[in-house]
């Protein structure tokens, strides 16, 4: 019993020196600075991670914005919530396809993320992203590149409306119908010649409008 106890001792010791010292900057200034130490120092000492910050966002939402792969992997592997949403209602998930972040967006698929590409698809045109890579991705998953929002009108039509012919562009090329009307039975041919946008105007016509 004499020998056994001090092993038992020195084994307690040893495990405690693996611990890593408290946190020495709060959870919200690790987040900003991607000061991974920090972060697995909140972690081991029971900070809540899925707690939204002064900003409304959740630890992932904020490493996701950021694109930091290696700190949302390691927020994944420690369990966070990842269908937790922000102050605005928005998930990690959307953050990561409306940032093109679209590693971190299969990264989160397989944690358990929900994905409703058309959803993502209507928000991603509404805030004017232009990175085709978005949109290709979010083709592959499912959108409807021809639904259509509660005042009638489809991806396109939208884009068109914005005069943003880069958006056009990259929604005729995954399948956007260039032939569809609005609720007035207006074509996107005939809004875009309406609005002078003759760039515009063109795509659809060399993609089969008339």
Known sequence: MK???????????????????????????????GDIEQIERHIVWGTDMNQLDRDGYAPLHVAVRNGRVAIVRLLLKKGVDVQ?????????????????????????????????ATALLLAAVDQDVSEREVYRYLNKH?????????????????AIRKGNHKLAK???????????TDKNGKTALAIAKSLGLRDIAQLLQRNGAT
């Open 3 to 33: 020998t056994i106890i001090p092993l038992v001792l020195l084994l307690f010791l040893l495990a405690g020196c693996d611990t890593p010292e408290k946190p020495t900057v709060t959870l919200y200034l690790a987040m900003q600075r």
């Open 84 to 116: 937790r949403r922000d102050a605005q209602g928005h998930d990690a998930l959307y953050h990561a396809v409306l940032g093109a972040h679209l590693r971190i967006a299969d990264l989160l698929l397989k944690a358990g993320a929900d994905l409703d």
């Open 142 to 158: 499912g959108a409807d590149m021809n639904l259509r929002d509660k005042d009638g009108d489809t991806p396109l039509l939208k």
């Open 170 to 180: 990259h929604l005729v090329s995954f399948g956007a119908d260039v032939t569809v």
